[in-house]
């Protein structure tokens, strides 16, 4: 099965900058999905890119917050913009193969 | 709108326990059932699955039931691992074409030697 990586693995941020998340996976794949898994709570998904077009975004997340980019099939990037103590999560990239996601180690942010 | 409830964690076994985990949820449709595990220091990785009633999804001696009468996916294993520590996360997915898993708030599993 393909591989996939996700750096940074962690990072500490000070409020009001951003940081993008670059997620990298070993084989052509068409659907890739962001999540974000909050303190002790589920994951979410926040968007799912797809290559040449526009990220679709859930209900409660928003481009201007959460930048994506899909330049081709084997990357993408999660930018997390003007960053609050809120948004000290774990974000989390998947992409769908034969039906199964596949997600990285996860980006871990804490935000001062 | 779709939602999974897990079992309130963090459990506590000795080796060779049996294991239950809840998980219940409540969907639309006929959603495929999942269970992921997440050891530490590493991604999710997908335990095993349902994708109707009545099946029986299993890996690595863990088992869990589709029951759509009580609507739950129950997992459980008969003799546990210290290796077994890890977090496991309970999901679905409504099956629309959209590969979208709606997930459980997580259990934290420690098994002591």
């Known amino acids: 099965s393909a591989v996939i990586s996700q750096k940074p693995s962690r990072d500490i941020c000070q409020r009001g900058t951003s940081l993008t998340i670059q997620c990298q996976v070993d084989?052509?794949?068409?659907?890739m999905f962001w999540y974000r898994q909050q303190p002790g709570q589920s994951l979410t998904l926040i968007a799912t890119a797809n290559q040449g077009s526009e990220a679709t975004y859930e209900s409660g997340f928003v481009i201007d917050k959460f930048p994506i980019s899909r330049p081709n099939l084997t990357f993408s990037t999660l930018t997390v913009s003007n960053m609050s103590p809120e948004d000290s999560s774990i974000y989390l990239c998947?992409?769908?193969?034969?039906?199964?996601?596949?997600f990285g180690e996860g980006s871990r942010l804490t935000v001062l | 709108g779709d939602s999974v409830t897990q079992m309130e964690g963090p459990v506590t076994l000795s080796e060779e326990a049996f294991l239950t985990i809840n998980c219940t949820y409540t969907a639309t449709g006929y959603p495929s059932l999942f269970w992921y595990v997440q050891y530490p220091g590493e991604g999710l990785q997908l335990l095993l699955k349902?994708?109707?009633?009545?099946d029986k999804g299993s890996n690595k001696g863990f088992e869990a039931t589709y029951r759509k009468e009580t609507t739950s996916f129950h997992l459980e294993k008969g003799s546990v691992q210290v290796s077994d520590s890890a977090v496991y996360f309970c999901a679905l997915n409504r099956n629309q074409g959209a590969q979208k898993l709606v997930f459980g708030q997580g259990t934290r599993l420690t098994i002591n030697p």
């Open positions: 998947s992409f769908l193969s034969t039906g199964e996601l596949f």
């Open positions: 349902a994708t109707k009633a009545d």
């Open positions: 084989s052509q794949v068409t659907m």
